[in-house]
């Protein structure tokens, strides 16, 4: 309208390419009916006031929470106090989708702590029952060999295999 040329470029967000990379969905039958997608701050590097905590402890709901390293803290308690149970899924994943993508897979009680693992790049964090799936053990033939774990699923079984020759 201004006379600026702008140009629409489809693709994804950082929560669908994460999600993607851990070969889960953010809803699930039965488990997650919805997603919300909330900021880990505001303009003045503080968790929201408006936040929440009822929504956030929704059990029906996955969470996505963008750039939280620095409120992790303070919205984890905002849930755990609105009745999210501690032992609810928890994927912390740093620069998703890219080369260097790196994910921690954990709880909300440990979360705090857990996503320490992570230490550069602008991180996304993922709530909610949907991602149990995420937690299971081992490699799994569903994995995307783009994502860093299906890399790392890959890279242990090429080693696996040299090791028995």
């Given at each position: 309208?201004?006379?600026i040329?702008?140009?629409?470029?489809?693709?994804?967000?950082?929560?669908q390419g994460?999600a993607?990379?851990?070969?889960v969905?953010?809803?699930?039958r039965?488990?997650a009916?919805?997603v919300?997608?909330?900021?880990?701050?505001?303009r003045?590097a503080r968790?929201?006031?408006?936040?929440d905590g009822?929504?956030l402890?929704?059990?029906s709901v996955t969470?996505?929470?963008y750039m939280p390293r620095k409120?992790l803290?303070a919205?984890?308690a905002?849930?755990?106090?609105?009745?999210?149970p501690p032992?609810?899924?928890a994927?912390a994943?740093?620069n998703?989708?890219?080369?260097d993508?790196?994910?921690?897979?954990?709880?909300?009680a440990?979360?705090?702590?857990?996503?320490d693992?992570?230490?550069?790049?602008?991180c996304?964090v993922?709530?909610?029952?949907?991602?149990?799936?995420?937690?299971?053990d081992?490699?799994?033939?569903?994995?995307s060999?783009?994502?860093?774990r299906?890399?790392?699923?890959?890279?242990a079984?090429?080693?696996?295999?040299?090791?028995?020759?």
């Amino acid at each position: 309208a201004a006379g600026i040329a702008v140009a629409v470029v489809p693709g994804v967000t950082a929560a669908q390419g994460a999600a993607a990379s851990l070969s889960v969905s953010l809803t699930a039958r039965g488990v997650a009916r919805r997603v919300q997608y909330v900021t880990g701050h505001d303009r003045d590097a503080r968790l929201p006031d408006d936040l929440d905590g009822a929504a956030l402890a929704d059990p029906s709901v996955t969470t996505v929470v963008y750039m939280p390293r620095k409120t992790l803290p303070a919205l984890v308690a905002r849930a755990l106090a609105a009745g999210l149970p501690p032992t609810t899924p928890a994927v912390a994943v740093a620069n998703a989708t890219r080369t260097d993508e790196r994910d921690v897979i954990t709880t909300v009680a440990a979360l705090v702590h857990d996503i320490d693992a992570l230490t550069t790049g602008p991180c996304v964090v993922i709530i909610g029952e949907a991602m149990r799936a995420a937690a299971r053990d081992g490699c799994s033939d569903d994995l995307s060999p783009y994502s860093s774990r299906g890399r790392a699923c890959m890279t242990a079984m090429r080693n696996s295999a040299a090791a028995r020759v």
